[in-house]
């Protein structure tokens, strides 16, 4: 079973950038669907970030623009890069992985993370 643990997350202000990171481990980690999933508090899980087994990377709407999912095949780590962050960004972030699926990836992920927290906050 894939296990998944995530660090970065922190307070910024407005305008600012972090970069979350994913340990990958239990599991070949090259050759599946992964990706970002954010909750704040009081509203519903939100996919935000997704990268298929050849690179291909999707984005929801929100995001689009100002973060950047990536893979290090080489350490079997899963980056989150999140530049120009709003306080509509503060969340509970989870790396996700579906080691069943390698395309057309979806947000319903069977394999989470802990979650870390971002505060987006003057």
Do not use: H
């Amino acid at each position: 079973q894939v296990q998944l643990v995530e660090s970065g997350g922190g307070s910024v202000q407005p305008g600012g950038s972090l970069r979350l990171s994913c340990v990958v481990s239990g599991y070949d980690y090259k050759n599946y669907c992964m990706g970002w999933v954010r909750q704040a508090p009081g509203k519903e899980r939100e996919g935000i970030a997704v990268v298929d087994s050849d690179g291909n990377t999707g984005y929801a709407d929100s995001v689009k623009g100002r973060f950047t999912i990536s893979k290090d095949y080489v350490r079997n780590i899963l980056y989150l890069q999140m530049d120009s962050l709003k306080p509509e960004d503060t969340a509970m972030y989870y790396c996700a992985a579906d080691v069943s699926r390698y395309y057309t990836c979806s947000y319903d992920f069977p394999d989470w993370g802990q979650g870390t927290q971002v505060t987006v906050s003057s």
